[in-house]
């Protein structure tokens, strides 16, 4: 089955430093990447996603970008405020099937 | 509450006795999901049910089972034979259609403490 490997687990950053968080998948035929954001208390929610034929997508301040050839995809976050604190998960799913393999979290903490 | 309402919000098991979390969405999504959450270790699948009356094993199904019977509906039971079930739980949902396709809900979650 699929394995999604996430790094690092924890990140720090200063108010209005980027941050950027990455992972690894191993089936070649996935071909849908979401990112999760879970703050403290909360459910985690989709902050963003791409598909296997695009390469980069942005939203305002968060982009993702994906690397089939080395299997890798990356989030990264610009101009980081500290409502960006929380844990982000990355994710990915194989085919047409509906469930999603997660890897295993990044704890980022924006500090002033 | 975002559509989909997971009950109860904490639960105390002793062990040997079974528990039944219940999960509801009014969402009219065809599949469901519950994912177990533990520190470091991410979302982990359970199970999943991409049509009422259907569910597949997740990646750690050993001590669970569940049933989907409504649309609406897919409780998880944490039977005795799960060793370790001190976790918090998670059940999402999600459609295959539109805008929204394959994005998952999720709802606030059950906290299981076994005494």
């Given at each position: 089955g699929e394995n999604v490997e996430q790094h690092p687990s924890t990140l720090s950053v200063q108010e209005g430093d980027s941050a950027v968080i990455k992972c690894t998948y191993s089936?070649?035929?996935?071909?849908y990447f979401p990112w999760y954001k879970q703050e403290l208390g909360k459910r985690p929610q989709l902050i963003i996603d791409i598909r296997s034929n695009v390469g980069e997508k942005k939203d305002q301040r968060i982009a993702v970008t994906l690397n089939k050839t080395a299997k890798h995809f990356s989030l990264h976050i610009t101009?980081?405020?500290?409502?960006?604190s929380a844990v982000y998960f990355c994710a990915a799913r194989t085919g047409t099937a509906s469930k999603l393999t997660f890897g295993t979290g990044t704890r980022l903490q924006v500090t002033l | 509450d975002g559509g989909i309402t997971q009950s109860p919000k904490y639960l105390f098991r002793k062990e040997g006795q079974n528990v039944t979390l219940s999960c509801e969405q009014n969402?009219?999504?065809d599949a469901m999901y519950w994912y177990r959450q533990d520190p470091g270790q991410g979302l982990r699948l359970i199970y999943y049910s991409q049509i009422v009356n259907d569910f597949q094993k997740g990646d750690i199904a050993e001590g669970y089972s569940v049933s989907?019977?409504?649309?609406?509906s897919f409780p998880l039971t944490v039977t005795s034979?799960?060793?370790?079930?001190t976790a918090f739980y998670l059940c999402a949902s999600s459609t295959?259609?539109?805008?929204?396709?394959n994005v998952l809900t999720f709802g606030a979650g059950s906290r299981l403490t076994v005494l």
């Amino acid at each position: 089955g699929e394995n999604v490997e996430q790094h690092p687990s924890t990140l720090s950053v200063q108010e209005g430093d980027s941050a950027v968080i990455k992972c690894t998948y191993s089936d070649s035929a996935s071909n849908y990447f979401p990112w999760y954001k879970q703050e403290l208390g909360k459910r985690p929610q989709l902050i963003i996603d791409i598909r296997s034929n695009v390469g980069e997508k942005k939203d305002q301040r968060i982009a993702v970008t994906l690397n089939k050839t080395a299997k890798h995809f990356s989030l990264h976050i610009t101009e980081t405020q500290p409502e960006d604190s929380a844990v982000y998960f990355c994710a990915a799913r194989t085919g047409t099937a509906s469930k999603l393999t997660f890897g295993t979290g990044t704890r980022l903490q924006v500090t002033l | 509450d975002g559509g989909i309402t997971q009950s109860p919000k904490y639960l105390f098991r002793k062990e040997g006795q079974n528990v039944t979390l219940s999960c509801e969405q009014n969402l009219n999504h065809d599949a469901m999901y519950w994912y177990r959450q533990d520190p470091g270790q991410g979302l982990r699948l359970i199970y999943y049910s991409q049509i009422v009356n259907d569910f597949q094993k997740g990646d750690i199904a050993e001590g669970y089972s569940v049933s989907r019977e409504k649309k609406e509906s897919f409780p998880l039971t944490v039977t005795s034979a799960q060793k370790n079930p001190t976790a918090f739980y998670l059940c999402a949902s999600s459609t295959p259609r539109g805008p929204g396709a394959n994005v998952l809900t999720f709802g606030a979650g059950s906290r299981l403490t076994v005494l």
